[in-house]
């Protein structure tokens, strides 16, 4: 962690992308109700800590242990797809537009939907 965190505090300016952080994001539209429940509260973390960006967990959110298990064990879902991402790095720039993607989706038929973060969301 020592190590990352100066990394972290070297880089980012606020209203610039950050370089370092995920640009995809691959989630179900259960990981993906849980992002958008506890998105304010982890920008208000970020915030209050004074870091350009935060890792964001949803390990622990209803859908994870489906998600961990692979794809292959999600209706509907091929064996090659992409795995849902559990943890990911973002500014707040880039939570806020991920939550507005996700707001916008519709998931049928799709289980498992995989963002281009800041592109998906400026198309909305």
Not at 56 to 72: H, P
Not at 83 to 102: E, N, T
């Amino acid at each position: 962690m020592r190590y990352i965190l100066p990394f972290l505090l070297g880089y980012g300016a606020p209203g610039l992308a950050c370089d370092y952080c995920s640009a995809e994001v691959t989630l179900t539209s259960e990981l993906a109700e849980c992002y958008l429940t506890r998105v304010d509260g982890e920008i208000d973390k970020m915030i209050e800590a004074n870091l350009p960006a935060q890792l964001i967990n949803l390990a622990s959110c209803d859908g994870a242990a489906t998600a961990t298990r692979g794809t292959s064990g999600l209706p509907g879902v091929s064996p090659g797809a992409r795995k849902p991402d559990l943890s990911f790095l973002m500014d707040a720039d880039g939570m806020r537009c991920l939550a507005v993607a996700l707001r916008g989706e519709s998931w049928s038929p799709d289980p498992v939907k995989t963002f281009e973060v800041h592109r998906d969301c400026e198309a909305r």
